[in-house]
């Protein structure tokens, strides 16, 4: 059974960081591309960005080009997301997610998270 599991969500103000992490079990996680994608309330999921298997390509939404970085740990099957310089635009429900081939697309990981809460107060 494959799980994804996030952490590190949370409250915090605006120009703060917060580190998120995803546990993959019940997968061959090193041949996954990994990403993080988020839902706001009321709006579709976006992605944010991903990571190829190697770890040697990244890649990252407009949005958080800058402040933002994806990293993995093929020995701990984990995905990390580091978020630097939040703003409450940032706010919303971040998912981790496997796919076997690089996209921007939801409908192309085929694991999902059970999502972690980010919320960046003014």
């Known amino acids: 059974q494959v799980q994804l599991v996030e952490s590190g969500g949370g409250l915090v103000q605006a120009g703060g960081s917060l580190r998120l992490s995803c546990a993959a079990s019940?997968?061959?996680?090193?041949?996954?591309?990994m990403g993080w994608f988020r839902q706001a309330p009321g709006k579709e999921r976006e992605f944010v960005a991903a990571?190829?298997?190697?770890?040697?390509?990244?890649d990252y939404a407009d949005s958080v080009k800058g402040r933002f970085t994806i990293s993995r740990d093929n020995a701990k099957n984990t995905v990390y997301l580091q978020m630097n310089s939040l703003k409450p635009e940032d706010t919303a429900v971040y998912y981790c997610?496997?796919?076997?081939?690089?996209?921007?697309?939801?409908?192309?990981?085929?694991?999902w998270g059970q999502g972690t809460q980010v919320t960046v107060s003014s």
């Open positions: 997610a496997a796919a076997l081939k690089t996209s921007y697309s939801v409908s192309s990981y085929s694991h």
């Open positions: 019940g997968l061959i996680y090193s041949v996954y591309i």
């Open positions: 990571i190829t298997r190697s770890g040697d390509s990244t």
